[in-house]
């Protein structure tokens, strides 16, 4: 990959505004357990876009080895 193509870094910002401190606790500890930075960032943008609550259940994380999904 190109300098020109890097990706940019993740906005923690705008991931942290969709959930509440806690609850940003809450799924990195445990819903989405062992999930990398950009995991983490796709998974919250996907709840946050698709109106999903994964403390409702809507929406589950699972990561075999290095293989995600939602």
Same mark, same amino acid.
């Given at each position: 990959?190109?300098?020109?193509? @890097?990706?940019?870094? !993740? ?6 505004? #969709? ?25 919250? @943008? ?13 929406? #589950?994380?699972?990561? #075999?080895?290095? @293989?995600?999904? !939602?």
């Amino acid at each position: 990959m190109s300098k020109n193509q @890097q990706l940019a870094p !993740i906005n923690t910002n705008q991931i942290e505004s #969709y959930f509440t401190e806690k609850e940003m606790q809450v799924v990195v500890n445990s819903i989405a357990k062992g999930a990398t930075n950009e995991e983490l960032a796709l998974f919250v @943008q996907i709840c946050k876009h698709n109106g999903l609550d994964p403390f409702k259940n809507h929406i #589950y994380f699972i990561k #075999y080895g290095n @293989q995600m999904s !939602i």
